[in-house]
């Protein structure tokens, strides 16, 4: 497993997008800004025990500098207060990556679903369609208006449904998606019940490769069977039993074996690593059962007794 670069950031600029929701806007200043594309990520180190990976939501082309939306979650684990409470203009904080399991493909036509903070990683692939003149649609879904960020530089962008639920109900995905469109791709983030929705309206007609999501939470798995199974570390030279109700990642880090994690529930591909034999069990939000050379060891188990992993 490779580290990840590290950078050191100012915060240069903060604003208030839309009800709950901050803008920051990073500069580098240990060397150059790192270049990333559509659809990519990076984590905010805020401490070293609290991490948390926010989209990239500026213009890749802007070089000098990186911009991130912060949604304030009533729920959330701490993440979000600490940034909206104590992150102010002028602080310092490392950031990591960027990494992009959510990348721009080429199509024909693209249709993007949108629901509330969720437009972030959108943003930078509308800016990037839009401006080589691509066929585009934004159907964009929100708790009511005055909580949905950037209407403005999108509407001036090009087409965009705009559906506070507050006026108009649910995003209404019937006709969204009511049949597939040939050479097109489908686009969606958001909350856990829109991805889940769209995800079953895709399945029934459009082809299995149209649908790309990103999800910022883990994904259910209702009806997972654990069991213990071991794993046989290749570069370390150890054996590690994982117990039923233990992740590999915890325990490896316990056998004093040293890997890169950030989110630790399957979102965000930092412990991506290399299975050199087995069968993995993925449980995590990112790879597809065929992809069976990799795994997310924070919460993908193995679906044989045995799993030889390159760490």
Known sequence: MTAEPEFTVTVTDRRTLAEGIVELTLAVTDGHTPKWQPGAHIDLILRPDLVRRYSLCGDPDDHGRLTVAVLREASGRGGSAYIHDRLTVGECLRIRGPRNNFPLRDAQRYRFIAGGVGITPLLPMI???????????????????ASMAYLPELSALG????????????????????????????????????LAAVERHCAATWPADALHIERFAPKPTEGAVDTAFDVECAQSGLTVRIPAHTSVLDAVEGAGI??????????????ETVVLDGIPDHRDSILTPDDTDVMMICCSRARTPRLVLDI
């Open 127 to 145: 800016r990037t369609v839009a401006g080589r003149g691509g066929q585009w649609r934004l159907h964009y879904g929100g708790r009511t208006r």
């Open 159 to 194: 087409p965009i449904e705009v559906c506070p639920q507050s006026e108009t109900g649910p995003l209404d995905l019937d006709a969204i998606l009511s049949g597939p469109d040939p050479g097109a791709l489908v686009y969606c983030c958001g909350p856990e019940s829109l």
């Open 258 to 271: 040293a890997v890169l994690s950030s989110c630790r529930e399957g979102t965000c591909g930092t412990c």
